[in-house]
């Protein structure tokens, strides 16, 4: 595995540690709708950046 990608890994393990630990304190969404809305932006933006990577490694070769 390259280098980037191990400090990927790393990268998101510690943010779920971090938000696990302060799970508590973050304060819940209980309105589906805004749910939904999150989740559909989420959606999109892995969609716009799973995009933005195949086209660089495109351009790289």
Avoid: C, H, W
């Avoid at 973050?26 to 709708?33: C, K, L, N, S, V």
């Avoid at 805004?34 to 351009?59: D, E, P």
């Amino acid at each position: 595995m390259k280098q980037v990608s191990i400090i990927g890994i790393i990268f998101t393990v510690g943010v779920l540690v971090i938000l696990k630990v302060f799970q508590d304190s973050i304060p819940r969404i209980d309105e589906p709708i805004t749910n939904i809305l999150i989740f559909l932006g989420f959606v999109i933006f892995a969609i716009i950046y799973g995009i933005s990577q195949i086209r660089k490694k495109k351009n790289e070769k």
